[in-house]
């Protein structure tokens, strides 16, 4: 059963870079047809969708970060990474990962996020 | 962006109660529609794809329903562990977006 661990630090100061990866365990990160994404949620609030990346390397990501965020993945470790420069408190947050399962019919193609990182809890202070 | 108008916010019911929860786009998204569930502390839980998919290992009384711009998340018969926040979500376009969230509390 394939299952996601995020992993970094804790705390970031104003400015900086916060940098978290996401290990994949219980399968192999290139196998099947998946993004794997990052999620973000500051607390009390709602989820927000930071951005994506297949195996190839294809990314997507939310203009609102877009000229923050690299998402990159190194298949040989089984790992996705999330960086997002220039912090401050907005960007507070518990961060996820999350798998985004690829179903084709022949009404559509359907990607939703199957599977869930614990999520790890972010804080930019000074 | 798509914006996602979820109703309502919070929800008082009780166990065994039917409940709905409407979730409302700024534009068409056809059927490219999911559902989350997630409870204090916790990562959210698929539910529901393309509308109206139940996600395998999802009890039954859960449903979906909608295509267009409005859809709704039914539960059936409320179960003690269905108190929680459910969020809808669109991936008929970037960047993906998710409603603002409605708590199920206990009446």
């Known amino acids: 059963q394939v299952q996601l661990q995020e992993s970094g630090p804790g705390l970031v100061k104003p400015s900086q870079t916060l940098s978290l990866t996401c290990t994949v365990s219980?399968?192999?990160?290139?196998?099947?047809?998946?993004?794997w994404s990052w999620i973000r949620q500051p607390a009390g609030k709602g989820l927000e969708w930071i951005g994506r990346?297949?195996?190839?390397?294809?990314?997507n990501y939310n203009p609102s970060l877009k000229s923050r965020v690299t998402i990159s993945v190194d298949t040989s470790k089984n790992q996705f990474s999330l960086k997002l420069s220039s912090v401050t408190a907005a960007d507070t947050a518990v961060y996820y990962c999350a798998r985004e399962d690829i179903v084709v019919v022949p009404a559509g193609r359907h990607e939703a996020f199957d599977i869930w990182g614990q999520g790890t809890m972010v804080t930019v202070s000074s | 962006v798509i914006w996602m108008t979820q109703s309502p916010s919070l929800l008082s019911a009780s166990t065994g109660d039917r409940v709905t929860i409407s979730c409302r786009m700024s534009?068409?998204?056809?059927?490219?529609l999911a559902w989350y569930q997630q409870k204090p502390g916790k990562a959210p839980e698929l539910l529901i794809y393309a509308a109206s998919t139940l996600q395998s290992g999802v009890p039954s009384r859960f449903s979906g329903s909608g295509s267009g711009t409005d859809f709704t998340l039914t539960i059936s018969c409320l179960q003690s562990e269905d108190f929680a926040t459910y969020y809808c979500?669109?991936?008929?376009?970037?960047?993906?977006?998710f409603g603002q969230g409605t708590k199920v509390e206990i009446k």
């Open positions: 219980g399968g192999s990160i290139s196998s099947g047809s998946y993004y």
């Open positions: 990346i297949y195996t190839s390397g294809s990314t």
């Open positions: 979500q669109q991936y008929y376009s970037f960047p993906r977006t």
């Open positions: 534009q068409g998204i056809s059927s490219y």
